[in-house]
């Protein structure tokens, strides 16, 4: 009754959502005649109706419309919507194709290809030295699937994103960012807690004339999000990655 209940929830949370919904405030290339034709990742464009409230609801800045930090936080809210539901290259909009890359923590750059192999989304940016009996979270032994149910899983209303500050403008950005939610579910065998989970990092993006992305890098200290995902008590198994992946509704939440 728990898998049903929760796909049916999600499952009515999305037709109404998706009645009211035509545009997204703060990501392009997610609705409109040029995406008619896109490949999503899971058959349709995603709903951020609820991560959005979140951030509004709990952002530290509110960037006057127009100025450079609003333009900033549009951009790598665009470039990780479309790197986590896009499934074709091609439709990919905010970056230079031809030249793009991505490194966290001064990590070899990485092309969409390369990125792809490590199973990109959440996976790619949990990349680590670590050894594998320290990881919490071991990027070796996940999947893109399985990564994306962790993550939304802990967090199910999202893991919302602020520019907090920028220190220099294009064409080499700088700037310091924010995330967070609230750990409502469980994560790797550890129980909710219903707090407030934040990770705070520094990002550059060399972008071109047309304000496409060359080249992303991130620093953060993954330790800093592991941490306040792993303090709740020890569970059993719970077979929570099992409903979430059989439920479509569930699925497309993140």
């Excluded at 049903?4 to 949370?13: A, Q």
């Amino acid at each position: 009754m728990l898998e049903t209940n929760n796909c049916l929830k999600f499952l009515l949370s999305e037709k109404m959502a998706s009645s009211v919904t035509q545009e997204d405030k703060y990501r392009s290339y997610l609705h409109g005649e040029g995406e008619k034709n896109t490949k999503w990742k899971f058959g349709t464009p995603p709903n951020y109706d609820v991560v959005n409230k979140l951030f509004e609801e709990g952002r530290t800045k509110i960037w006057p419309p127009g100025s450079l930090e609003e333009k900033v936080q549009n951009l790598v809210k665009t470039w990780e919507m479309e790197m986590f539901n896009k499934i074709s290259f091609e439709d990919f909009k905010s970056i230079n194709l031809e030249n793009y890359t991505v490194s966290v923590n001064g990590r070899k750059p990485l092309t969409l290809e390369e990125k792809r192999k490590l199973w990109g989304g959440y996976n790619s940016f949990m990349q680590t030295s670590l050894p594998e009996n320290l990881r919490g979270y071991n990027p070796a032994e996940e999947t893109a699937d399985s990564s994306h149910v962790a993550f939304t899983t802990a967090f199910p209303r999202g893991f919302a994103l602020e520019v907090i500050q920028v220190y220099s403008g294009p064409p080499l950005i700088v700037y310091k960012f924010r995330h967070w939610g609230y750990m409502e579910g469980p994560f790797k065998g550890h129980a909710a807690t219903g707090e407030l989970v934040e990770l705070y990092g520094i990002s550059t993006v060399e972008v071109d004339e047309q304000m496409k992305i060359l080249k992303i890098e991130f620093f953060f200290d993954r330790g800093e999000l592991l941490g306040g995902l792993m303090k709740g008590a020890k569970l059993g198994s719970t077979g929570t990655d099992q409903v979430a992946l059989s439920c479509p509704f569930l699925r497309k939440t993140g």
